[in-house]
Nanobody
Framework: QVQLVESGGGLVQAGESLRLSCAASPSSASINTLAWHRQAPGKDRVYVAAITTDDLTNIDDSVKGRFTISRGNAKNTMYLQIDSLKPEDSAVYYC?????????WGQGTQVIVSS
């Protein structure tokens, strides 16, 4: 069973940057794709970005240019760099992993952006 832990969220001011981290365990887990979703208060969870084992990336158009997804040096780790944060980026950010044809999600890390 893959388990995911997100970190790096917090309270920041508009215009600042954050780097969110996701670590999947065990490190030997077979994971095809890692992804980030987010859920703002009172709204549905939405897709943000994804990265494959071949380091192919996809960023949702709504955040393209400000968000960067990357893998860490440690196996099954992933980052989401968020630049020029806006109040509308405030949400709980969830890390997901596609393993053995099943998506597994972490508990999320909260980002609050003050104006």
């Amino acid at each position: 069973q893959v388990q995911l832990v997100e970190s790096g969220g917090g309270l920041v001011q508009a215009g600042e940057s954050l780097r969110l981290s996701c670590a999947a365990s065990p490190s030997s887990a077979s994971i095809n794709t890692l992804a980030w979703h987010r859920q703002a208060p009172g709204k549905d969870r939405v897709y943000v970005a994804a990265i494959t084992t071949d380091d192919l990336t996809n960023i949702d158009d709504s955040v393209k240019g400000r968000f960067t997804i990357s893998r860490g040096n440690a196996k099954n780790t992933m980052y989401l760099q968020i630049d020029s944060l806006k109040p509308e980026d405030s949400a709980v950010y969830y890390c997901g992993a596609l393993s053995r044809d099943r998506w597994v999600w972490g508990q999320g890390t909260q980002v609050i952006v003050s104006s």
